[in-house]
């Protein structure tokens, strides 16, 4: 790749950590699709590697609010999830991942924006850490079925919640993707160049999280990924 490619890269991945690190989700919704959109060597496996040690941390960062016995069926859920992932990668093409990640970013989009909020209780739960299983390991977002639950949330509570369930969620996906084989040395390596800059808009976030609006960075999560995933789209078609 160029090195006007790599630089857009870091740049979107900065961004990508800042606004997760201020509102608790929007890295991969954001990083995923535009970075697969400059080159599919970039995405969605690197931001599954580099995304643990950030949403470790900022789980550690308000640990006082993490509410154990409201997250755990959501990461039960994530098991299940993660084998139906692993199922539908042993059949996808790159233009059927590069569409999964369109779709699922604009249904992200479409249900983060709609500010609906599911009742919370062990069925739902259960059943949107499937869905976050699922396409956390298939396009490495898995944070728009627990914006459902969530949405009401904002703040601390919603941040180290969030950052836990993806802690563990994250993990058992590159388990099982190292198990299937569907995580190469070139990822990797990717995600090493690409750490840095999710290491910075990471620490500028804990400055930055009590001043920033949150409802201004959401705004900007769905515009940047509805660029992100149309082009996506328009370059699978064209």
Do not use: C
Request: proline share 4%; no cysteine.
């Amino acid at each position: 790749m160029s090195i006007e490619a790599w630089i857009l890269a870091l740049v979107i991945t900065f961004a990508a950590a800042l606004i997760q690190g201020v509102v608790g989700v929007g890295f991969a919704m954001v990083s995923v699709p535009l970075l697969a959109l400059i080159d599919p060597r970039l995405a969605p496996v690197p931001q599954l590697l580099i995304a643990i040690p950030m949403t470790m941390t900022m789980a550690w960062r308000e640990r006082g609010h993490i509410e154990l016995q409201r997250i755990t069926w959501i990461i039960v859920g994530r098991f299940p999830g993660a084998i139906i992932g692993v199922a539908l990668l042993a059949v996808a093409t790159q233009v059927m991942l590069d569409l999964a990640i369109a779709t699922i970013v604009l249904i992200a989009v479409a249900i983060i924006g709609s500010g609906y909020v599911v009742a919370r209780n062990s069925y739902t739960e259960f059943g949107a850490g499937v869905l976050s299983g699922t396409t956390g390991l298939v396009a490495s977002i898995g944070g728009p079925p627990l914006a459902l639950l969530y949405a009401d949330e904002t703040g601390p509570v919603a941040r180290s919640n969030l950052s836990m369930i993806f802690s563990i969620g994250l993990s058992i996906a590159v388990v099982a993707r190292v198990l299937s084989g569907n995580i190469g040395w070139g990822d990797v390596r990717v995600a090493a160049v690409l750490f840095p800059a999710l290491l910075v808009g990471y620490l500028l976030s804990g400055r930055l999280k009590d001043r920033l609006k949150q409802k201004q960075l959401r705004y900007a999560v769905l515009i940047l990924s509805t660029i992100g995933a149309v082009g996506l789209i328009v370059r699978v078609l064209a």
